[in-house]
Protein backbone atom coordinates (compact mmCIF):
# COMPACT_ATOMS: atom_id res chain seq x y z
CA UNK A 1 0.00 0.00 0.00
CA UNK A 2 2.53 2.52 0.92
CA UNK A 3 4.34 2.09 -2.38
CA UNK A 4 1.44 2.98 -4.17
CA UNK A 5 0.36 6.01 -2.39
CA UNK A 6 3.87 7.48 -2.86
CA UNK A 7 3.85 7.73 -6.64
CA UNK A 8 0.03 9.28 -6.17
CA UNK A 9 1.83 11.51 -3.90
CA UNK A 10 4.01 12.53 -6.55
CA UNK A 11 1.55 13.20 -9.60
CA UNK A 12 -0.74 15.00 -7.34
CA UNK A 13 2.28 17.85 -5.32
CA UNK A 14 3.56 17.46 -9.29
CA UNK A 15 -0.26 18.72 -10.59
CA UNK A 16 -0.45 21.64 -7.77
CA UNK A 17 2.75 22.85 -8.27
CA UNK A 18 1.78 23.10 -12.40
CA UNK A 19 -1.94 25.11 -12.01
CA UNK A 20 -2.20 27.59 -13.72
CA UNK A 21 -0.84 31.25 -13.44
CA UNK A 22 -2.81 33.00 -10.51
CA UNK A 23 -5.29 36.22 -11.20
CA UNK A 24 -3.88 39.18 -12.31
CA UNK A 25 -0.34 37.67 -12.97
CA UNK A 26 1.15 38.36 -16.56
CA UNK A 27 -0.14 35.07 -18.25
CA UNK A 28 -3.45 35.22 -17.37
CA UNK A 29 -4.52 38.77 -18.07
CA UNK A 30 -7.31 39.28 -19.74
CA UNK A 31 -7.65 35.25 -19.81
CA UNK A 32 -4.67 34.38 -22.45
CA UNK A 33 -0.93 34.60 -22.04
CA UNK A 34 0.76 37.91 -22.66
CA UNK A 35 3.43 38.42 -25.42
CA UNK A 36 6.82 38.73 -24.09
CA UNK A 37 8.25 42.13 -24.31
CA UNK A 38 10.66 42.64 -27.60
CA UNK A 39 12.78 46.17 -27.86
CA UNK A 40 10.53 46.70 -30.74
CA UNK A 41 6.97 46.59 -28.74
CA UNK A 42 9.13 48.01 -25.47
CA UNK A 43 10.74 51.27 -27.83
CA UNK A 44 6.84 51.79 -29.57
CA UNK A 45 5.67 52.40 -25.77
CA UNK A 46 8.59 54.30 -25.10
CA UNK A 47 8.74 56.54 -28.20
CA UNK A 48 4.75 57.19 -27.41
CA UNK A 49 5.92 58.86 -24.26
CA UNK A 50 9.02 60.76 -25.31
CA UNK A 51 8.07 62.08 -28.90
CA UNK A 52 11.54 63.22 -29.66
CA UNK A 53 12.80 59.61 -30.13
CA UNK A 54 12.75 58.24 -33.67
CA UNK A 55 13.71 54.05 -34.10
CA UNK A 56 16.73 54.02 -36.60
CA UNK A 57 17.50 50.59 -36.87
CA UNK A 58 16.68 46.98 -35.70
CA UNK A 59 19.81 45.09 -34.65
CA UNK A 60 19.80 41.22 -36.09
CA UNK A 61 22.55 38.90 -35.65
CA UNK A 62 23.97 39.83 -39.02
CA UNK A 63 24.57 43.36 -37.95
CA UNK A 64 25.04 43.05 -34.09
CA UNK A 65 28.53 45.06 -33.35
CA UNK A 66 29.01 43.49 -30.00
CA UNK A 67 28.03 40.39 -31.25
CA UNK A 68 25.89 39.69 -28.44
CA UNK A 69 22.11 39.05 -30.10
CA UNK A 70 20.84 35.75 -28.97
CA UNK A 71 24.29 34.73 -27.14
CA UNK A 72 24.12 33.10 -23.72
CA UNK A 73 22.60 35.35 -21.05
CA UNK A 74 23.00 38.06 -23.71
CA UNK A 75 19.84 40.25 -25.50
CA UNK A 76 17.11 38.70 -27.08
CA UNK A 77 16.21 41.89 -29.15
CA UNK A 78 17.93 45.30 -29.46
CA UNK A 79 16.89 48.37 -31.25
CA UNK A 80 18.61 51.41 -31.78
CA UNK A 81 16.72 55.14 -31.95
CA UNK A 82 17.61 58.80 -32.51
CA UNK A 83 16.25 61.56 -30.21
CA UNK A 84 16.15 64.48 -31.81
CA UNK A 85 16.98 66.98 -28.99
CA UNK A 86 20.49 65.96 -29.65
CA UNK A 87 22.89 68.14 -31.65
CA UNK A 88 23.96 66.57 -35.27
CA UNK A 89 26.88 68.45 -34.02
CA UNK A 90 27.37 66.57 -31.22
CA UNK A 91 27.34 63.04 -33.08
CA UNK A 92 28.99 64.40 -36.20
CA UNK A 93 31.08 61.12 -37.34
CA UNK A 94 29.27 58.58 -35.16
CA UNK A 95 27.60 55.39 -36.60
CA UNK A 96 24.10 55.18 -37.25
CA UNK A 97 23.10 52.70 -34.61
CA UNK A 98 25.42 54.59 -31.67
CA UNK A 99 24.00 55.14 -28.39
CA UNK A 100 25.16 58.76 -28.23
CA UNK A 101 22.81 59.39 -31.02
CA UNK A 102 19.62 58.58 -28.61
CA UNK A 103 19.82 55.18 -27.40
CA UNK A 104 18.82 51.63 -27.65
CA UNK A 105 16.98 49.25 -26.44
CA UNK A 106 18.19 45.51 -25.32
CA UNK A 107 15.75 43.43 -24.18
CA UNK A 108 16.74 39.71 -22.52
CA UNK A 109 15.33 36.72 -21.34
CA UNK A 110 16.14 37.00 -17.55
CA UNK A 111 15.43 40.33 -15.32
CA UNK A 112 19.39 39.46 -13.72
CA UNK A 113 20.66 39.61 -17.11
CA UNK A 114 19.57 42.48 -17.72
CA UNK A 115 21.16 44.07 -14.59
CA UNK A 116 24.48 42.53 -15.40
CA UNK A 117 24.38 44.00 -18.41
CA UNK A 118 23.89 47.48 -17.14
CA UNK A 119 26.48 46.79 -14.42
CA UNK A 120 29.11 45.97 -17.12
CA UNK A 121 28.61 49.08 -19.23
CA UNK A 122 28.71 51.61 -16.20
CA UNK A 123 32.19 49.88 -15.19
CA UNK A 124 33.58 49.98 -18.53
CA UNK A 125 32.60 53.87 -19.19
CA UNK A 126 32.95 55.12 -15.70
CA UNK A 127 36.63 55.88 -16.35
CA UNK A 128 35.74 57.23 -20.22
CA UNK A 129 33.07 60.17 -19.82
CA UNK A 130 33.48 60.28 -23.15
CA UNK A 131 31.61 56.65 -23.43
CA UNK A 132 28.94 57.40 -20.58
CA UNK A 133 25.10 56.69 -20.57
CA UNK A 134 22.17 56.64 -18.52
CA UNK A 135 20.77 53.10 -18.39
CA UNK A 136 17.48 52.31 -16.84
CA UNK A 137 16.32 48.44 -16.13
CA UNK A 138 13.09 47.35 -15.87
CA UNK A 139 12.58 43.59 -15.45
CA UNK A 140 14.02 42.40 -18.43
CA UNK A 141 14.12 45.67 -20.45
CA UNK A 142 17.70 47.80 -20.75
CA UNK A 143 17.26 51.48 -22.05
CA UNK A 144 20.83 52.85 -22.43
CA UNK A 145 20.14 57.00 -23.42
CA UNK A 146 22.60 59.16 -24.40
CA UNK A 147 24.66 61.19 -22.28
CA UNK A 148 24.34 64.61 -24.53
CA UNK A 149 20.41 64.57 -23.03
CA UNK A 150 20.50 66.02 -19.47
CA UNK A 151 19.34 64.47 -16.84
CA UNK A 152 16.26 65.35 -16.94
CA UNK A 153 15.44 64.80 -20.55
CA UNK A 154 17.23 61.09 -19.77
CA UNK A 155 14.64 60.63 -17.10
CA UNK A 156 11.31 60.95 -19.54
CA UNK A 157 13.30 57.24 -20.77
CA UNK A 158 13.34 55.82 -17.10
CA UNK A 159 9.66 57.17 -16.38
CA UNK A 160 8.47 55.64 -19.47
CA UNK A 161 10.12 52.45 -18.65
CA UNK A 162 8.75 52.29 -15.04
CA UNK A 163 5.71 52.11 -16.76
CA UNK A 164 6.23 48.99 -18.98
CA UNK A 165 4.58 45.95 -18.40
Given amino acids: MRRTILPIAAILLTAACSGSPKAGTAANVGGS ?7 TSSFTKLSAAVSAAKQSGIVTAANDGNHLLGRPNQYTSKVTFTDSRIKASDVEGTDKGDVDRGGAIEVFADPADAKARAKYIQAV ?9 YD ?7 VRVSHYLTPTQAAGYK ?7
Avoid at 33 to 39: D, G
Fill in 33 to 39: AAKPLTA
Fill in 125 to 133: TKSMPVFSE
Fill in 136 to 142: YVHGTVL
Fill in 159 to 165: DALDKLN
